[in-house]
């Protein structure tokens, strides 16, 4: 399957400070998707972006699919943003999920 | 539109068993895909379903299984529960296939 890297592995802000993740994939994707995982569990979608830049808020994404990477922005982060973000990559079918980065953010 | 509804939210079961989970997808959603999240190893793909049919599924023994109905709607069915077995169960729709996935609360189980 498509290996797929997240980095850093956790990180820790202050309220009001930006952050850049990141997401490797090994192989070309169809399609690729951003997840925000909340502490109960939910997984919400953020953002499907397999190429191109779409921003929603202080959120924006960024993929490279001809270089194999995606970037997830946040800014003026709030208390509300902590929580795991994973970035998911789909060939053919499967959909294949990173390791996730875990944000916390400090009032 | 309701989102993703899964039940039951919490299971405990012991080792040996077998449980079913459901999960209802967004109305007029016709595909429903199965995963396991446990802290070791991570968000894993268990199977898709579209229109009745397994058109996927992941490298899990075969204990694990699943259908869907006419409705769309999915269960899945763990035979045979190993402690190992015990996770966060995620189902998720789409309208289509290789579309933005809408995923439900999970149903964490917990295999003693």
């Known amino acids: 399957g498509i290996q797929v890297e997240q980095s850093p592995p956790d990180l820790i802000l202050q309220e009001g400070a930006n952050s850049t993740l990141r997401c490797n994939f090994s192989d070309s994707v169809n399609n690729l998707q951003w997840f925000h995982q909340n502490p109960w569990g939910q997984l919400i979608n953020l953002f499907y972006i397999p190429s191109g830049t779409k921003q929603n808020g202080r959120l924006s994404a960024t993929t490279v699919a001809t270089e194999r990477y995606s970037l997830l922005y946040i800014s003026s982060s709030q208390t509300t943003d902590s929580g795991v973000y994973f970035c998911a990559v789909s060939g053919a079918n499967n959909l294949f999920f990173g390791t996730g980065t875990r944000l916390t953010v400090i009032p | 539109k309701a989102g993703v509804t899964q039940t039951p939210r919490y299971l405990i079961k012991t080792r040996g068993q077998q449980v079913t989970l459901s999960c209802s997808p967004i109305?007029?959603?016709?595909?429903v895909s199965w995963y396991q999240q446990t802290p070791g190893q991570g968000l894993q793909f268990l199977f898709e379903y579209f229109s009745e049919t397994q058109r996927n599924k992941g490298n899990f023994p075969g204990r694990f299984s699943g259908r869907q109905f006419s409705n769309s709607r999915s269960e899945m069915n763990v035979s045979t529960l190993e402690l190992g077995d015990s996770a966060l169960y995620l189902c998720?729709?789409?309208?289509?296939?290789?579309?933005?996935?809408?995923f439900g609360p999970g149903t964490r189980l917990l295999v003693l």
């Open positions: 998720a729709s789409t309208l289509f296939t290789q579309e933005t996935q809408y």
């Open positions: 109305s007029g959603h016709r595909s």
